[in-house]
C-alpha cells in the first residue's frame, strides 16, 4: 500500500505563483511514475504533470509553460509548480502514483481556486 498526502493548496491570486506537495508513505520502493491530476467544476479529471524515475517529464503542451514538476526521491514526494496561474487553473489538484506491478494509488485531493 502507498498512501498520498497532498498540501499547499488554497486561495491565490493570479499571477501568484503556488507549489503543491505530494509526499508518499507506506510502500515507497515500489513506486514507479508520480504525477499529478486536476479536476474542475463540471469537467473531466485532466492530466497536469507527470514524472518517471528517471526525471523525464509529461506535461499537455497547452499546460507545459505554466506548470512544472519535481521529484525528490529521497524524500518521496513530487511538487508541482504553478506559474502565474490563471482563472481556469481552480480545481481540485491530486497526486497519483503508479507502482512498478501497474497499481495505481491516489491522494484525496487539495482545493486551489485562483481568485482576485
Known amino acids: 500500500q502507498v498512501q498520498l498526502v497532498e498540501s499547499g493548496g488554497g486561495l491565490v491570486q493570479p499571477g501568484q505563483s503556488l507549489t503543491l506537495t505530494c509526499a508518499a508513505s507506506?510502500?515507497?520502493?515500489?513506486?514507479?511514475?508520480m504525477g499529478w491530476y486536476r479536476q474542475a467544476p463540471g469537467k473531466e479529471r485532466e492530466l497536469v504533470a507527470a514524472t518517471l524515475p528517471t526525471g523525464a517529464r509529461n506535461i499537455p503542451v497547452n499546460l507545459r509553460g505554466r506548470f512544472d514538476i519535481s521529484r525528490d526521491n529521497a524524500r518521496s514526494t513530487v511538487s508541482l509548480q504553478m506559474n502565474s496561474p490563471v482563472l481556469e487553473d481552480t480545481a481540485v489538484y491530486y497526486c497519483r502514483v503508479l507502482t512498478t506491478s501497474g497499481t495505481e494509488y491516489w491522494g484525496q485531493g487539495t482545493q486551489v481556486t485562483v481568485s482576485s
Open positions: 507506506g510502500s515507497v520502493s515500489s513506486i514507479y511514475a
